[in-house]
T-cell receptor
Framework: GNSVTQMEGPVTLSEEAFLTINCTYT??????LFWYVQYPGEGLQLLLK?????DKGSNKGFEATYRKETTSFHLEKGSVQVSDSAVYFC??????????FGKGTRLHILP | EAGVAQSPRYKIIEKRQSVAFWCNPI?????LYWYQQILGQGPKLLIQ????????DSQLPKDRFSAERLKGVDSTLKIQPAKLEDSAVYLC?????????????FGPGTRLTVL
């Protein structure tokens, strides 16, 4: 079945460090891929998405590229801020609007 | 634009008791979802409504969970009787319409603790 695997947290970085959170997926065909973010005390928010191979989703300085050959959708940011501290979920949707989420990666940014 | 509203935000009950959660989606959104998020895991879809009809409830434990969406707007999710393993955050989401291209907007969730 369809599934998403993302790196386990927590991930702790200093402010202005480079961020990568790895995500790989299992699915037939070409699913849509997402990154959601959950800030403390808030609901899940869509951070970015990509709907076909080689697409790059971007938002708030975050980027992720849909790599069909490696079935990956890694999240990157060049310079993180304390306000980026949150839980990040990689997810996919395939054929319908049912979203399958990874387990989430908690990110701590130290000032 | 107001987001998805949920209440209560927190609930503590003892096992075998019943509990209900309420969700008010974004105005005009036809599709409503309930997810269960157990600590350390990603959200798992429990049930999806399109207006007031059920589209998918394949992962809803129907022996104890029930949900309704009267008049195609607000929705309630009920657990009766609750078990320890039901401790989780229950998330409500809505989208303008069904389909893979539609963004789902999530509420803040209700954190349920079953003792």
């Amino acid at each position: 079945g369809n599934s998403v695997t993302q790196m386990e947290g927590p991930v702790t970085l200093s402010e202005e460090a480079f961020l990568t959170i790895n995500c790989t997926y299992t699915a037939t065909g070409y699913p849509s891929l997402f990154w959601y973010v959950q800030y403390p005390g808030e609901g899940l928010q869509l951070l970015l998405k990509a709907t076909k191979a080689d697409d790059k989703g971007s938002n708030k300085g975050f980027e992720a590229t849909y790599r069909k050959e490696t079935t990956s959708f890694h999240l990157e940011k060049g310079s993180v801020q304390v306000s980026d501290s949150a839980v990040y979920f990689c997810a996919l949707s395939h054929g319908d609007d049912k979203i399958i989420f990874g387990k989430g990666t908690r990110l701590h940014i130290l000032p | 634009e107001a987001g998805v509203a949920q209440s209560p935000r927190y609930k503590i009950i003892e096992k075998r008791q019943s509990v209900a959660f309420w969700c008010n989606p974004i105005s005009g959104h036809a599709t409503l979802y309930w997810y269960q998020q157990i600590l350390g895991q990603g959200p798992k879809l429990l049930i999806q409504f399109q207006n007031n009809g059920v589209v998918d409830d394949s992962q809803l434990p129907k022996d104890r969970f029930s949900a309704e969406r009267l008049k195609g707007v607000d929705s309630t999710l009920k657990i009766q009787p609750a078990k320890l393993e039901d401790s989780a955050v229950y998330l409500c989401a809505s989208s303008l319409a069904g389909g893979a291209g539609n963004t789902q907007y999530f509420g803040p969730g209700t954190r349920l603790t079953v003792l």
